[in-house]
């Protein structure tokens, strides 16, 4: 059997969805600082999200997503 991206993409719902009605009880320490860490992760995450989305915008739009020093330069 050849397995392909997208047969594995394909699959990836199906297989987050078992892995979260299997959930069971967690018998484990949880450090009270790992919750910034997750925090911190997460706006990092969403502030490089929202770059990204902006130069994507305007590469549509058909805008220079170049800084305004290298404009005033040239």
Request: hydrophobic share 50%.
């Amino acid at each position: 059997m050849i397995v392909t991206k997208k047969v594995v993409v394909s699959k990836l719902p199906v297989l987050a969805f078992l892995l979260l009605a299997a959930e069971s009880q967690a018998k484990a320490y949880v450090d009270p600082g790992s919750g910034a860490a997750y925090y911190q992760i997460f706006l990092i995450g969403a502030v490089g999200l929202l770059f990204r989305v902006k130069r994507l915008v305007a590469w549509f739009k058909g805008r220079k997503t170049t800084p305004a020093s290298h404009d005033a330069q040239s």
